[in-house]
């Protein structure tokens, strides 16, 4: 069974910074699409981040520049790396796994999801 664990999730000041981290098991990841999505209260499900087999990255227009996606093949981790967070980045912040290399901004077209974290930045 695969699961996806998120960690690295809690309160920060705008302007700070945090790392979150999704583990993977019961399936490699190393040739497959991760990606970060995420939930504001009342918003729907937003793309983030997200990086394919081959290691390219996307960013959605409104992180590009603060967010770095990447991940550790050896450890079947993916990383969220997020710097001057603001408090529109407020949100629940799920990982995401594909079967297949390529990436994708739609929700719907991803396989797995982890559970999430919680991400809250006061002002």
């Known amino acids: 069974q695969v699961q996806l664990v998120e960690s690295g999730g809690g309160l920060v000041q705008a302007g700070g910074s945090l790392r979150l981290s999704c583990t993977a098991s019961g399936r490699t990841f190393s040739s497959s699409a991760m990606g970060w999505f995420r939930r504001a209260p009342g918003k729907e499900r937003e793309f983030v981040a997200a990086?394919?087999?081959?290691?390219?990255?996307y960013y959605s227009d409104s992180v590009r520049g603060r967010f770095t996606i990447s991940r550790d093949n050896a450890k079947n981790t993916l990383y969220l790396q997020m710097n001057n967070l603001e408090p529109e980045d407020m949100a629940v912040y799920h990982c995401a796994g594909r079967r297949i290399s390529f990436a994708s901004a739609r929700a719907d077209q991803w396989d797995y999801w982890g559970q999430g974290t919680q991400v809250t930045v006061s002002s």
């Open positions: 990086i394919t087999g081959i290691g390219v990255t």
